[in-house]
């Protein structure tokens, strides 16, 4: 069961304490991504080093992401289970206990059970982006998240010159040693200064779908990464790739019947979700992509004619920039989501990164190209990698945020492994002789940008089909009323939740909160409220069936948040107060109406019982009355009984639209198009699924033309139209061009009069759909 303890306010929103939270979160992402690349500098030396062969050698890089691959979902649902920031340390803890290990070794066993306890600390990053979201400000969550989400190529642009420096000067353990102290600073720094999420999923750990994800990732990761080694054709990868299918299907199986899974496989296939995760994977091959070409052109001998001879030094400090570069987008990625949506972000992120790879193409003959390359890229991977976790938890659940982000990191990882199994191949076949050895050819390296500029253009496709914003619903204010607030205490509300953006200041109390509820979760703190001060009951819904995941919400009458919980599965809930008084609580749930009431808390035990209402929606399509064509982009818009505007929307090139969360009752529909006339009429939305309501509309007639006088346009005329049975349908006054117009007009006869000299009248007959040009010639009769 889910809890939340009241904190005071003050102590989350406060400026100083948020970008403490922030800067913590962020170096703990960096240090993690640092320890993926302190060991490139000395890959080609370990087999010496470590006394073992290359293929045995090479186990000290794959245990890492194999290990990673387990660890990042895992740690994702047991954050969501038992609190993200413990489940934080432990990963820290893990990284630190890693490199320790590491560092005191001389031989493989121990390196490889070194760097895979560091491979299993790469949970720190999502569990990082969903303590964001449960803690900070919604002001400050979009840049907050796209920060953490860019760490990990930040870590990775500034480790490589960072390890090559440590490694050309000291010992090969100090590197270790290195990632081990950060580590320690990590654990203090989120240990004092990073507070405990109070958003909680409860229930048990899937045990059985951890162990069945983990044989199926390693397996396929397994394949990619050892294939080039063993072989793309060889029984031992091909049976893996196989084994790997089977078993992923298999787990898929069980994921869908358990009751508690480790993912939830209906939330993972969501729209929104499942194309950000495939974009995802798009994105991690490009980003990889650049991270293999770049250094060995950099490092090549001059004599192929392509290479630079450089320095593993230089070519770490020419790839630096491109970090800062990641770090700097962050603030402006979260910028562009909350003006045009994350989705918009990751479609320019593709674009940039594309047009990178396409200039590397061209530019890979001096040093200043191949920085300026690295940036384009790091820059277009900056913005893709900011709106990646808008987009993921502007779709799941609070409780949920964790394990979504460790699987969307999941995704980037498996992108990651690709990119070095492709890129591999390729530049193993097509490769030039410099003497006796044989090198990478500079069409090779030509191919691999290729190839990283087409998986951008595919994730610019793929990126293409995550829905879009759509219009902000206004439903009308709960049934029961909460007390008023002053307007100055309804925050603004996350750019994760696109579907609610300026809901807070447009709507009444109760749908300010539980919109705020719903997008930055977790404001209660940790302190126990005192004994006996707590709310408990059950929250259900239609046929009086649980309703589980609901937020409630306890708020002061001054609009102050005091404590959260989530309803468990079986609809119960227990919520603390900080004792006795009067307060409102708030629940809210996905596709319920959000509820208000006003409690009265005594020092005993209250029990409240919440029955929350079905929220639904309306769609249909809009046709001509006349030909029964579709008609496109019609403008649809849904009032109360109030004439208060509930939603509005625009028709698709079918004619179709769809309008959601919207409360049961009566409604007016209203439709407007092009050539058409508006039309109004009733419809009752019902309480569960969406009413269908079909509208056709009737072609409307143009009056238009020009008044003259004297053979000039003549402005200030007046231009009245009667209809055939004597009524004024509409008055106008020309402008200095003399114009006039008339529309929404029904087929038949009219008369028009212009008066500004002497009157004119002249019978004019318009059909539907048509345009009635009719111009006005005035003058002072002939004497």
């Keep these: 069961m889910s809890h939340a303890h009241p904190r005071p306010a003050e102590e989350v929103t406060a400026p100083g304490r948020t970008n403490l939270v922030v800067a913590v979160l962020a170096f703990g992402g960096i240090v993690v991504s640092l320890m993926q690349t302190l060991v490139i500098p000395i890959v080609p030396e370990l087999p010496k080093l470590l006394d073992a062969s290359a293929s045995d050698a090479a186990w000290a890089v794959t245990a890492t992401l194999l290990a990673a691959a387990v660890a990042t979902p895992v740690m994702g649902r047991l954050g969501d289970m038992y609190g993200k920031r413990r489940l934080l340390l432990a990963s820290v803890s893990l990284l630190v206990a890693g490199s320790v290990t590491a560092a005191l070794s001389d031989s493989l066993a121990p390196m490889i059970v070194g760097r895979a306890l560091q491979g299993l600390a790469s949970g720190v990053i999502p569990l990082g982006i969903s303590i964001m979201r449960d803690e900070l400000p919604a002001e400050r969550l979009g840049s907050a998240t796209a920060l953490m989400s860019a760490s990990l190529g930040v870590g990775g642009a500034l480790g490589l010159p960072a390890a090559a420096l440590i490694a050309d000067h000291f010992d090969w353990h100090m590197l270790f040693w290195t990632s081990a102290v950060l580590g320690a600073v990590a654990f203090v720094l989120v240990l004092a200064l990073v507070p405990e999420s109070a958003v909680r999923t409860g229930g048990r750990f899937d045990a059985l779908g951890a162990l069945g994800m983990a044989a199926g990732l390693i397996c396929l990761l397994l394949a990619v990464s050892k294939g080039a080694d063993w072989g793309w054709g060889s029984g031992t990868t091909l049976g893996l790739l196989a084994a790997a299918l089977v078993v992923l299907l298999l787990w898929g199986v069980y994921e869908l019947r358990t009751g508690e899974p480790l993912v939830d496989l209906r939330t993972t296939a969501r729209r929104q979700v499942l194309v950000t995760n495939l974009a995802s994977i798009a994105f991690g091959f490009s980003m990889f992509a650049m991270s293999l070409v770049l250094p060995q052109l950099l490092q090549l001998p001059e004599a192929t004619g392509y290479g630079l001879g450089r320095s593993m030094l230089d070519a770490g400090l020419v790839l630096a920039p491109t970090g800062l570069v990641m770090m700097a987008m962050a603030p402006v990625s979260a910028a562009i989501s909350r003006a045009k949506g994350p989705k918009a972000t990751l479609m320019l992120g593709a674009v940039i990164v594309a047009a990178g790879y396409g200039l ?9 190209q191949l920085v300026l390359v690295s940036c384009v890229i790091g820059a277009g991977v900056g913005f893709a990698y ?67 500029c087409g998986a951008a253009v595919l994730a610019l496709l793929v990126a293409a089909f995550i829905p879009g914003r759509r219009p902000a619903a206004v439903p009308a204010p709960a049934q029961e009323p909460a007390p008023a607030t002053p307007k100055e205490t309804a925050p603004a509300v996350a750019e994760a939740d696109e579907e609610a953006v300026g809901a807070a200041v447009a709507v009444p109390l109760a749908r300010a909160v539980a919109e705020l509820v719903a997008t930055v979760p977790g404001l209660a703190g940790d302190e126990p409220a005192p004994a006996g001060a707590e709310v408990r009951g059950w929250v259900r819904g239609g046929e009086s069936a649980p309703v589980p995941g609901a937020a409630l919400t306890l708020i002061s009458l001054e609009g102050r948040q005091l404590g959260r919980a989530v309803a468990d599965t079986d609809g119960s809930y227990v919520l603390p107060a900080p004792g006795p008084g009067t307060y409102v609580l708030i629940a809210a749930a996905d596709g319920c109406r959000p509820q208000a009431t006003t409690l009265v808390v005594t020092d005993r035990e209250v029990s409240h019982d919440v029955l929350l209402d079905g929220s639904g929606g309306l769609s249909g399509v809009v046709r001509s009355a006349d030909s029964g064509a579709p008609v496109a982009d019609a403008v649809v818009i849904v009032t109360d009984v109030r004439g208060d505007v509930l939603a509005t929307g625009r028709t698709d090139a079918l004619g179709e639209f769809t309008l959601t969360d919207l409360v049961p009752g009566p409604v007016t529909l209203a439709v407007n198009a092009p050539k058409h006339r508006p ?44 209809d055939a049975a004597g009524n004024v349908v509409g008055t106008t006054t020309t402008g200095a061009d003399g114009a006039y117009a008339f529309s929404d007009l029904d087929s038949g006869a009219y008369t028009v009069i212009a008066t500004g000299y002497p009157p004119k009248a002249t019978g004019i007959t318009v059909a539907g759909g048509g345009d009635g040009k009719h111009d006005i010639e005035l003058a002072h009769p002939v004497a």
Excluded: C, Q
Aim: hydrophobic share 50%; no cysteine; proline share 4%.
């Design 360 to 368: 590397n193409i061209w530019l890979m003959s001096a040093v200043w």
């Design 386 to 452: 900011g709106a990646m976790p808008a987009l993921i938890m502007g779709a799941v659940e609070p409780s949920e945020t964790a394990a979504a982000n460790s699987l969307n990191t999941l995704m980037r990882s498996i992108g990651t492994s690709v990119a070095s199994a492709i890129a591999g191949v390729i530049l193993a076949h097509l490769t030039t002789n410099l003497g006796p050895v044989a090198l990478p050819s500079e069409n090779g390296f030509k191919v691999v940008m290729a190839t990283g």
């Design 679 to 722: 039309l109004a009429l009733h419809a009752e939305i019902s309480a569960t699924g969406v009413t269908r309501v079909d509208v056709d509309l009737t072609a409307g007639a143009y009056v238009r033309g020009t008044v003259r006088g004297a053979g000039a346009p003549l402005g200030d005329a007046r231009v009245t139209l009667v």
